[in-house]
């Protein structure tokens, strides 16, 4: 596609609930990477894969968060019973290279947590 | 680490005003630097990027440059319009990774 695609776009969940969040990057991007965005605040780096291959889940903040990209295209992220402090915005990109390549970002998916 | 400060907003402007938001950062090695900006209800956009010392970037009318010996790269525009409302955000890469700032809400009233 012509962006990068995150859906849904919202989602509300209860507490203890287990949620997945998908990533559609643009055609052609080997690179791919997971942002949190807390209220009021910047993104933070999650996990980030190139292809297929998962090199960097520093910044996941906790066992309950997982990510992947089976196929180097369409990514998922999930994260098992959901906290109230796992409400935020999370920000997909894709990119062709790293950072100096200049990321693309997805319009993000808003997880409240009730 | 490496990280980023910038100016806390928010920031309110009046149309043709000159903008100035500051961002200074701490990196080990030699960083890429850039501006995005996050237009409501949209995603975040590469607004400018300078990749080594005294390199300037610009987009839209925005410039910014960087300056490696006060470890800055602030985002300036000579005469800001009401479709330059956003939430601005400054951010480093030395590697793969983005490192950004808290961001800062920009609000240009007619």
């Known amino acids: 596609g012509a962006g990068v695609s995150q859906s849904p776009r919202y989602k509300v969940a209860k507490r203890g609930q287990d949620v997945a969040l998908r990533c559609d990057p643009i055609?052609?991007?080997?690179?791919l990477f997971w942002y949190q965005q807390a209220l009021g605040q910047g993104p933070e780096f999650l996990t980030y894969f190139q292809n297929e291959a998962q090199l960097d889940k520093s910044g996941l903040p906790s066992d309950r968060f997982f990510a992947e990209r089976p196929e180097g295209s369409v990514s998922t992220l999930k994260i098992q019973r959901t906290q109230q402090e796992d409400s935020a915005v999370y920000l997909c990109?894709?990119?062709?290279?790293?950072?100096?390549?200049?990321?693309?970002f997805g319009s993000g998916t808003r997880l409240t947590v009730v | 680490g490496d990280s980023v400060t910038q100016m806390e907003g928010p920031v309110t402007l009046s149309e043709e005003a000159f903008l100035t938001i500051n961002c200074t950062y701490t990196?080990?090695?030699?960083?890429?630097l850039f501006w995005y900006v996050q237009y409501p209800g949209e995603g975040l956009q590469l607004l400018l990027k300078a990749t080594k010392a005294d390199d300037k970037g610009s987009n839209k009318g925005f410039e910014a440059t960087y300056r490696k010996e006060t470890t800055s790269f602030h985002l300036e525009k000579g005469s800001v319009q009401v479709s330059d409302s956003a939430v601005y955000f400054c951010?480093?890469?030395?590697?793969?990774?983005?490192?950004f700032g808290t961001g800062t809400r920009l609000t240009i009233i007619p």
């Open positions: 990109a894709s990119s062709l290279g790293g950072a100096s390549y200049g990321y693309t």
């Open positions: 990196a080990t090695g030699y960083p890429s």
């Open positions: 951010a480093l890469s030395d590697g793969p990774l983005l490192t």
């Open positions: 055609s052609g991007h080997v690179s």
